[in-house]
């Protein structure tokens, strides 16, 4: 058995959509006050976390064990 953590950070969903009461001038502005914050300078889409999820489903990741994946464009790194 293998146990393995992904832990994804401010990727845009419709969540975002939610926080600005239908305002889109309000919420493009939040996306990029909170992208600005990101090394990559950009929020992460749900398609790029799912790769990564499928990574460690599947036998690529078969030597990984116990690790934390961190999809946040490395956030937590700086």
Same mark, same amino acid.
Do not use: H
């Given at each position: 058995?293998?146990?393995? $953590? #992904?832990?994804?950070? %401010? =990727?845009k @969903?419709?969540?975002?959509? =939610? *926080? *600005?009461?239908?305002?889109?001038?309000?919420? &493009?502005? +939040?996306?990029? @006050? $909170? %992208?600005?914050?990101?090394? *990559?300078?950009?929020? *992460? @889409?749900?398609? &790029?976390?799912?790769? %990564?999820?499928?990574?460690? %489903?599947? &036998? +690529? #990741?078969?030597?990984?064990?116990? #690790? &934390?994946?961190?999809?946040? #464009?490395?956030?937590?790194?700086?």
């Open positions: 058995m293998r146990v393995n $953590v #992904s832990i994804p950070r %401010a =990727l @969903t419709r969540i975002f959509d =939610l *926080g *600005g009461n239908g305002n889109r001038e309000k919420i &493009e502005q +939040y996306e990029e @006050t $909170v %992208a600005s914050r990101m090394p *990559g300078r950009k929020l *992460g @889409t749900v398609n &790029e976390a799912a790769k %990564a999820f499928i990574f460690l %489903a599947f &036998e +690529y #990741s078969s030597y990984i064990n116990g #690790s &934390e994946m961190l999809i946040d #464009s490395g956030v937590l790194q700086i």
